[in-house]
Nanobody, 124 residues
């Protein structure tokens, strides 16, 4: 059974940084695409960043220039470096993975495997 386990969430003041990690039970090179999503209370889940096996990366406009997605296949781990955090970044962050090439890397429906999530809270 595929398992994705996130860590690294926490509380930080606006302008601060956090790095999220997502460790996979399978070799990360197994997946065609891995991504980070977030869901704030009362809002729909949205794609934040995605990375393909060929290294192609996409970001949501709201995080471009502030967040960086990366992957370490040797450690079976996906990362999300988050800088210049804003209160509106407060959400539950989840990682996702799929074996096949998505038509939309930031589309929730594209992903089969999901982690439980890690909470990020940014105070003003």
């Amino acid at each position: 059974e595929v398992q994705l386990v996130e860590s690294g969430g926490g509380s930080v003041q606006a302008g601060g940084s956090l790095t999220l990690s997502c460790t996979a039970s399978e070799d990360t090179y197994t997946y065609y695409t891995m991504a980070w999503f977030r869901q704030a209370p009362g809002k729909e889940r949205e794609g934040v960043a995605a990375i393909d096996s060929d290294g192609s990366i996409s970001y949501a406009d709201s995080v471009k220039g502030r967040f960086t997605i990366s992957k370490d296949n040797a450690k079976n781990t996906l990362y999300l470096q988050m800088n210049s955090l804003k209160p509106e970044d407060t959400a539950m962050y989840s990682c996702a993975a799929d074996l096949f090439e998505p038509s939309d890397g930031l589309g929730e429906s594209e992903y089969t495997y999901w982690g439980q999530g890690t909470q990020v809270t940014v105070s003003s």
